[in-house]
């Protein structure tokens, strides 16, 4: 397995303290000073089980995404969800759409599930061509992406999910969508697959990427489908959504100065870090539409590129071990102006 | 499922603000300031990802206990831990030494186990007779216990577990014991399984009741078996274990003044609301030696009387969902004098 954040602790365990971490989608703005506050006023609320229903913290998501608070159930971070999801199917084999973020195929294995995957192609700047899609799909039963995908950073517009739903649901066939980096998308509001309200599909979020705190586990699926719902109830754990994460779910999806302050930044920075990145010879760079880069190296290996850049003091993700990816692959994170300088100079000594 | 702690939101979302709690066994004194004081230094490091090896917090766990930081695994609260260890064995059938948590035969089916329960007889006050426990076992491959037990306050010497256990290893069978509450027995450091380096046992514990923080979520095992250990890591999810639980295993179990003023409460208080509800008429007090006591109604059902007391604010555990307990018993938690004092009146009042 390899993780994200986990190299991160290692180099510093090996004494490389201030590197920059270019590997992990964060955003750069840091943790709202809102929540901060909320926590020193409720700190006393650990001294307490948090509510098994979570009824409060259901009901803020709801709010926030127009959704009824019984279609939504929370979890320790994403992850708790999606291995969830995965152990509460009755299906024998799924098709992950990638490449795409590794966890899927182990929720799923861990699950008992066979895995087929189904290839986006570079040819095609890795869009997803839904005919090609239905065309091998054959027996599996439920079908697996990320939108806005990490790691290529492509968005599948509302129309086209609602048409591969659709074509899904005439087969009695699932859609599992990981929309972890859809607030990075402008208008996302008007663009997620829960405005479809179609009972096969299951949509994952995370509180991680946009409001800068993994650290703090809270996820959430999203569903029309009431019985995955309840037999997911059946089979998780109780009180797996610790405190902190409780009140940051209340308090933070509530923080409009703090969501529209983030919007202004990716905006503003996805475009220029793209134009900066393009001018660069020898890498060629992917049109992103969340919060991070794919690159590709035209004349040096990623595992080779990421010692360098470490050298720099930066780190970025070597995306070889991605399905379908090669060993010409990194990713990078977008941050703000200052730091995406930094990183621009330092790849242009690099790959110079 | 009926949860702890549930009852208390119910309660609150239908006006009762003010309840006094003794259906949850939670260390009266609260959340120590050190931890509060830590929060705060390291806001900032919700921003990362935990350390997916938790190398920090594994070292901190394994010098508390006395053991390499290799045998340690850690948890999103016990309730992972027990999940994910019953997920990750190689077994048809396990028995329940009952009444006990209701949680490990939760766990069990999920996991797709069979499950049979070992009575412990209110004749016996509840004491494990290990030698009807082997009659009885045929083909189960594994017992598993909570010492001290919830809801008897019983506790089984290391003497007889070090006899269960090797009675066990010889029939190739596991013992998994819930040391939730092992710190509120006098010189635990000297009387935990730990000490038998047995590698059929599994220990699981919690931060959640000795640290008053049932809300951060914090848990984790200690195991000889190389094996299982490795099967959990296969299995589990990624950074299950948020950073403020993080940061309270470090910071809070060398808090050793935390540590001495909760022994000298729960010494002095425990013999004390023993003794004092000894006294009242109508109800048999069961001994015992962790922070709750169970009480038997005799002239009351548990449904009634807890419907009572909620009437006079408090609020008790209901033990009749229990296997092999019936609708005359309760539990109570221990707090502190003032509230243990208020306590006994009502009771007084109520069973009278």
Same mark, same amino acid.
């Given at each position: 397995?390899? /993780?994200?954040?986990? +190299?991160?602790?290692?180099?510093?365990? &090996?004494?490389?303290? *201030?590197?920059?971490?270019?590997?992990?989608?964060?955003?750069?703005?840091?943790?709202?000073?809102?929540?901060?506050?909320?926590?020193?006023?409720?700190?006393?609320?650990?001294?307490?089980?948090?509510?098994?229903?979570?009824?409060?913290?259901?009901?803020?998501? #709801? &709010?926030?995404?127009?959704?009824?608070?019984?279609?939504?159930?929370?979890? +320790? #971070?994403?992850?708790?969800?999606?291995?969830?999801?995965?152990?509460? /199917?009755?299906?024998?084999?799924?098709?992950?759409?990638?490449?795409?973020?590794?966890?899927?195929?182990?929720?799923?294995?861990?699950? #008992?599930?066979?895995?087929?995957?189904?290839?986006?192609?570079?040819?095609?700047?890795?869009?997803?061509?839904?005919?090609?899609?239905?065309?091998?799909?054959?027996?599996?039963? /439920?079908?697996? /992406?990320?939108?806005?995908?990490?790691?290529?950073?492509?968005?599948?517009?509302?129309?086209?999910?609602?048409?591969?739903?659709?074509?899904?649901?005439?087969?009695?066939?699932?859609?599992?969508? *990981?929309?972890?980096?859809?607030? =990075?998308?402008?208008?996302?509001?008007?663009?997620?697959?829960?405005?479809?309200?179609?009972?096969?599909?299951?949509?994952?979020?995370?509180?991680?990427?946009?409001?800068?705190?993994?650290?703090?586990?809270?996820?959430? #699926?999203?569903?029309? *489908?009431?019985?995955?719902?309840?037999?997911?109830?059946?089979?998780?754990?109780?009180?797996?959504?610790?405190?902190?994460? &409780?009140?940051?779910?209340?308090?933070?999806?509530?923080?409009?100065?703090?969501?529209?302050?983030?919007?202004?930044?990716?905006?503003?920075?996805?475009?220029?870090? =793209?134009?900066?990145?393009?001018?660069?010879?020898?890498?060629?760079?992917?049109?992103?539409?969340?919060?991070?880069?794919?690159?590709?190296?035209?004349?040096?290996?990623?595992?080779?590129?990421?010692?360098?850049?470490?050298?720099?003091?930066?780190?970025?993700?070597?995306?070889? +071990?991605?399905?379908?990816? +090669?060993?010409?692959?990194?990713?990078?994170?977008?941050?703000?102006?200052?730091?995406?300088?930094?990183?621009? &100079?330092?790849?242009?000594?690099?790959?110079?």
């Amino acid at each position: 397995m390899d /993780l994200h954040g986990g +190299n991160i602790y290692r180099l510093k365990r &090996e004494g490389k303290e *201030d590197i920059l971490d270019y590997s992990s989608n964060i955003n750069p703005l840091g943790i709202p000073e809102s929540f901060k506050e909320a926590v020193m006023e409720n700190f006393s609320n650990v001294e307490k089980y948090p509510d098994p229903e979570y009824v409060a913290l259901r009901t803020a998501i #709801g &709010e926030y995404n127009e959704i009824p608070m019984e279609n939504v159930i929370v979890g +320790n #971070g994403a992850t708790e969800i999606l291995f969830l999801y995965m152990k509460s /199917l009755n299906i024998k084999k799924a098709m992950i759409v990638a490449p795409t973020f590794a966890e899927y195929e182990r929720a799923l294995k861990v699950a #008992g599930k066979e895995v087929e995957f189904f290839q986006l192609r570079e040819e095609e700047n890795f869009t997803l061509n839904i005919e090609r899609l239905l065309n091998e799909i054959k027996d599996c039963d /439920l079908v697996v /992406l990320c939108n806005p995908n990490n790691p290529t950073g492509q968005f599948i517009s509302l129309e086209k999910i609602d048409e591969l739903s659709k074509e899904l649901e005439k087969l009695d066939k699932k859609l599992f969508i *990981d929309e972890a980096f859809i607030e =990075f998308i402008k208008n996302w509001e008007n663009k997620t697959a829960k405005l479809l309200k179609r009972k096969n599909i299951f949509i994952l979020r995370a509180l991680t990427k946009f409001f800068a705190m993994p650290g703090i586990r809270l996820g959430y #699926g999203l569903t029309y *489908d009431k019985n995955i719902l309840e037999t997911m109830k059946r089979k998780r754990e109780p009180w797996s959504v610790n405190t902190f994460a &409780e009140l940051a779910g209340i308090i933070m999806l509530n923080d409009n100065e703090y969501i529209l302050k983030t919007e202004a930044w990716i905006n503003e920075e996805k475009e220029w870090f =793209f134009q900066e990145l393009n001018k660069i010879e020898n890498i060629k760079v992917f049109k992103s539409e969340s919060n991070f880069i794919l690159v590709k190296l035209l004349n040096e290996k990623a595992n080779i590129f990421r010692k360098k850049m470490i050298e720099e003091n930066i780190l970025v993700r070597d995306c070889s +071990n991605f399905v379908f990816l +090669n060993d010409s692959f990194i990713r990078l994170a977008i941050k703000d102006r200052e730091k995406n300088k930094r990183v621009i &100079e330092k790849i242009e000594k690099v790959v110079r």
